[in-house]
């Protein structure tokens, strides 16, 4: 088990020594039943994508009852959303009886916006925990391009050859489409929903303007929101906010918006081998996302993330605001292994003043650009992440 993955284990298992009831939540096939079942005592495993395992579970108390000597795990539970409201009566009877914690692990492939059942039927009663897909701290540096390539789900990335992993992502694309969001109650057709995720995929890191969506799929504004953010709860997109402040600059309002796993953005964009990526003009774009999603998987949630633009020109790739003495960072990203800074990067220091300041670029080497500023590679970058927040 990689150090990301062992780091993610422990906190399982210490948030089952304080909950009754712990959420793993990571998008479809990014590893979570695989982790729960090495969570290393007696359980009991419920996938309740099947009719079977759903039928087991009908009488929820009487299972529960059966079963209060194993740590009972429920897979994919967003396929069943009213057994959020027995649980917590599971919970607090089993409380007055003693057993008060370590007895629901429930892996669910939205984030908790979409999971509001739980999140307010189950409050004070469940912890929650994210799980990311494969990053750059869990592989040999050499393999790097090959993660930001076929991207972080383990079937992608562990594939024999690249058809195959491209295979795998398309179908995780059809899948999703055809058959996962359709089952959580939306009723959205699959082609409308993969052209604007396709739209989304060439517009990789710019601003988003549900207008220009709308017009170019014949939808309102509205419903482009709404369906980009379905998208977003399902963990399939990320929209990064703008930074806000009372610096006196006029800042830029709409979030940008990426892809979160770089091997479904190439999916998407039909992008068939490492070449042909280095040669698309997404190229740049891609690697910007794929930073910031390796960099985000390794804090924890409540660090602030946002990017900084004004209307002049002064911007910031990514702002962490990490909070107590470690203050804020700014992170500049290029892809090259001679990076150019342009001098709105410059600027946007200078109104922001952060406490550090990094350019990560596509090579190996660390060295200072000026006395605030260091070039890094994202190896690097990650590991000094994890070691201020070693439990992430």
Same mark, same amino acid.
């Given at each position: 088990?990689?150090?990301?993955?062992?780091?993610?284990?422990?906190?399982?298992?210490?948030?089952?020594?304080?909950?009754?009831?712990?959420?793993?939540?990571?998008?479809?096939?990014?590893?979570?039943?695989?982790?729960?079942?090495?969570?290393?005592?007696?359980?009991?495993?419920?996938?309740?994508?099947?009719?079977?395992?759903?039928?087991?579970?009908?009488?929820?108390?009487?299972?529960?009852?059966?079963?209060?000597?194993?740590?009972?795990?429920?897979?994919?539970?967003?396929?069943?959303?009213?057994?959020?409201?027995?649980?917590?009566?599971?919970? /607090?009877?089993?409380?007055?009886?003693?057993?008060?914690?370590?007895?629901?692990?429930?892996?669910?492939?939205?984030?908790?916006?979409?999971?509001?059942?739980?999140?307010?039927?189950?409050?004070?009663?469940?912890?929650?925990?994210?799980?990311?897909?494969?990053?750059?701290?869990?592989?040999?540096?050499? !393999?790097? !391009?090959?993660?930001?390539?076929?991207?972080?789900?383990?079937?992608?990335?562990?594939?024999?050859? !690249?058809?195959?992993?491209?295979?795998?992502?398309?179908?995780?694309?059809?899948?999703?489409?055809?058959?996962?969001?359709?089952?959580?109650?939306?009723?959205?057709?699959? /082609?409308?929903?993969?052209?604007?995720?396709?739209?989304?995929?060439? !517009?990789?890191?710019?601003?988003?303007?549900?207008?220009?969506?709308?017009?170019?799929?014949?939808?309102?504004?509205?419903?482009?929101?709404?369906?980009?953010?379905?998208?977003?709860?399902?963990?399939?997109?990320?929209?990064?906010?703008?930074?806000?402040?009372?610096?006196?600059?006029?800042?830029?309002?709409?979030?940008?918006?990426?892809?979160?796993?770089?091997?479904?953005?190439?999916?998407?964009?039909?992008?068939?081998?490492?070449?042909?990526?280095?040669?698309?003009?997404?190229?740049?774009?891609?690697?910007?996302?794929?930073?910031?999603?390796?960099?985000?998987?390794?804090?924890?949630?409540?660090?602030?993330?946002?990017?900084?633009?004004?209307?002049?020109?002064?911007?910031?790739?990514?702002?962490?605001?990490?909070?107590?003495?470690?203050?804020?960072?700014?992170?500049?990203?290029?892809?090259?292994?001679?990076?150019?800074?342009?001098?709105?990067?410059?600027?946007?220091?200078?109104?922001?003043?952060?406490?550090?300041?990094?350019?990560?670029?596509?090579?190996? /080497?660390?060295?200072?650009?000026?006395?605030?500023?260091?070039?890094?590679?994202?190896?690097?970058?990650?590991?000094?992440?994890?070691?201020?927040?070693?439990?992430?």
């Amino acid at each position: 088990m990689s150090m990301i993955r062992r780091s993610v284990f422990k906190n399982i298992i210490r948030a089952l020594d304080r909950q009754a009831a712990v959420a793993l939540l990571g998008p479809r096939q990014v590893g979570k039943t695989t982790l729960a079942h090495e969570i290393g005592r007696p359980f009991v495993y419920l996938d309740l994508e099947s009719k079977k395992d759903r039928d087991k579970i009908s009488d929820p108390v009487l299972f529960c009852q059966k079963n209060e000597d194993k740590l009972i795990i429920l897979d994919e539970v967003q396929k069943t959303p009213a057994l959020f409201e027995e649980l917590r009566g599971i919970i /607090d009877e089993g409380r007055r009886k003693g057993l008060g914690t370590g007895r629901f692990l429930i892996l669910g492939s939205a984030s908790i916006d979409l999971l509001k059942q739980s999140s307010e039927t189950l409050a004070g009663r469940i912890e929650y925990i994210d799980l990311n897909p494969i990053n750059v701290f869990e592989i040999p540096e050499s !393999d790097q !391009d090959k993660l930001w390539f076929r991207g972080g789900f383990p079937g992608s990335l562990l594939a024999k050859t !690249d058809a195959d992993s491209f295979a795998l992502r398309q179908n995780f694309i059809k899948t999703y489409l055809e058959r996962d969001i359709p089952a959580l109650g939306f009723k959205i057709p699959a /082609d409308t929903l993969e052209r604007l995720w396709s739209m989304l995929a060439h !517009d990789q890191g710019g601003q988003l303007n549900n207008a220009k969506l709308a017009t170019n799929l014949q939808l309102s504004a509205p419903t482009v929101s709404n369906y980009i953010g379905l998208l977003k709860d399902l963990l399939l997109v990320r929209k990064l906010p703008p930074f806000h402040s009372n610096l006196g600059k006029r800042l830029v309002k709409s979030p940008k918006i990426y892809i979160r796993d770089s091997g479904l953005l190439h999916a998407l964009l039909g992008i068939y081998t490492f070449n042909d990526l280095l040669g698309h003009p997404i190229v740049g774009k891609s690697f910007e996302g794929f930073v910031i999603e390796n960099i985000l998987s390794a804090i924890p949630s409540y660090v602030k993330a946002s990017f900084y633009r004004t209307t002049q020109g002064a911007e910031i790739d990514l702002l962490l605001e990490l909070g107590g003495s470690h203050g804020t960072w700014a992170i500049e990203i290029k892809k090259g292994y001679a990076p150019m800074i342009e001098k709105g990067f410059y600027v946007a220091l200078d109104d922001i003043q952060p406490k550090k300041a990094f350019v990560v670029y596509g090579g190996k /080497d660390r060295y200072p650009k000026s006395s605030n500023l260091e070039i890094i590679s994202l190896s690097e970058l990650i590991q000094e992440l994890y070691h201020l927040f070693p439990d992430t």
